[in-house]
């Protein structure tokens, strides 16, 4: 279908865009398609134009189109959503990645649960940087002590830090909370830590992001379109 072609080269497009005006290379930034609400079928065509990562938010979903999807072997499956502690098991046993570790309790069962013939789960920690209540991922000031913990983990390969910023229009906002995600990470890595991944940037701030440094972006909406927001929430 030559609309989400179009709308996919658009976004590659931005990011290399984006990648340039900050003094780094396209390939330093991964682009992950974030489909959820999207059906098999759409992450199937877009697999076959040659995009390999791929972003899912609910386990339910994401385990069918895991087994839809069995054919396609270079496919990287990255889980983006919020995990409780009884839904672990299908993502520990089929997700390259997980980017959304914000408890310990979380990051023990996907240990626990990693098959033994599969390598390490790649992991990230989701911290909050807006400083907003409602908001997922840990406490800005509990980053270290959760990286130590996750970082013992022989299952788990720690990765880096995630993050969603604040809804907001505000640039100046969203670029703060951008640096504040990669200042945390340099942190660590100068405590013997060594973490090569900031996933943050979405449809509407992939540039912020990648100018405060991003290696993956997460993006939905620009590539497959407005998501039906009544299946969205009976999803969550
Ligand atoms: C849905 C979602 C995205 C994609 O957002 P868009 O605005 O559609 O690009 C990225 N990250 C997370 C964690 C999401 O839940």
């Avoid at 199937?44 to 938010?57: C, I, S, T, V």
């Avoid at 013997?192 to 972006?217: K, N, Q, R």
Wanted: hydrophobic share 40%; aromatic share 6%.
């Amino acid at each position: 279908m030559a609309t989400l072609f179009s709308a996919w080269q658009g976004v590659l497009q931005r990011i290399g865009k984006a990648a340039g005006k900050a003094g780094r290379v396209t390939t330093d930034v991964r682009l992950v398609a974030v489909s959820k609400t999207f059906p098999a079928d759409s992450v199937r065509e877009l697999y076959a134009l040659g995009q390999r990562d791929f972003g899912e938010n609910y386990v339910q979903e994401f385990t069918e189109k895991h087994e839809a999807l069995a054919d396609c072997p270079e496919l990287v499956w990255h889980f983006i959503g919020p995990l409780q502690s009884n839904k672990t098991r299908s993502v520990a046993e089929r997700a390259h990645w997980v980017h959304s570790i914000e408890r310990l309790k979380i990051a023990e069962r996907l240990n626990a649960q990693r098959p033994a013939d599969l390598p390490p789960l790649q992991v990230c920690i989701q911290v909050n940087v807006s400083g907003e209540a409602s908001k997922s991922g840990c406490e800005p000031e509990d980053v270290v002590a959760l990286a130590q913990a996750v970082t013992a983990l022989p299952r788990l390969k720690l990765r880096g830090l995630m993050a969603i910023p604040e809804s907001t229009e505000d640039t100046d906002k969203l670029a703060g909370q951008f640096a504040l995600l990669r200042r945390l990470r340099d942190d660590l890595n100068t405590h013997g830590f060594e973490l090569d991944t900031l996933s943050m940037g979405m449809s509407g701030d992939l540039e912020l992001a990648i100018a405060e440094g991003a290696t993956h972006v997460r993006v939905g909406t620009a590539i497959f379109g407005a998501r039906d927001y009544i299946k969205q929430e009976t999803q969550a």
